[in-house]
């Protein structure tokens, strides 16, 4: 049996080389609508890393993600 490798592996945040960059203008345009229809706020001065784990909570809230 060979081990199967995932074409496109998923990288914890955290683990990103520009993860400490600001969240790019995709990822405040969709976390806002997320925490829209969440009911929640999107606070400022997100980093991507920030904004990708906040987008997969806001997902999972909102079924969106599924």
Same mark, same amino acid.
């Given at each position: 049996m060979t081990d199967q490798v995932e074409p496109n592996p998923e990288k914890d945040?955290?683990?990103?080389?520009? $993860?400490? =960059?600001?969240?790019? /203008?995709?990822? *405040?345009?969709?976390?806002?609508?997320?925490?829209?229809?969440? $009911?929640? =706020?999107?606070?400022? /001065?997100?980093? *991507?890393?920030?904004?990708s784990t906040r987008i997969d909570e806001l997902q999972r809230e909102t079924g969106r993600g599924t």
């Open positions: 945040p955290s683990d990103w080389m520009t $993860g400490d =960059e600001p969240m790019t /203008g995709p990822q *405040k345009s969709y976390l806002q609508t997320l925490a829209q229809e969440a $009911g929640e =706020e999107v606070p400022d /001065g997100l980093t *991507k890393a920030e904004a």
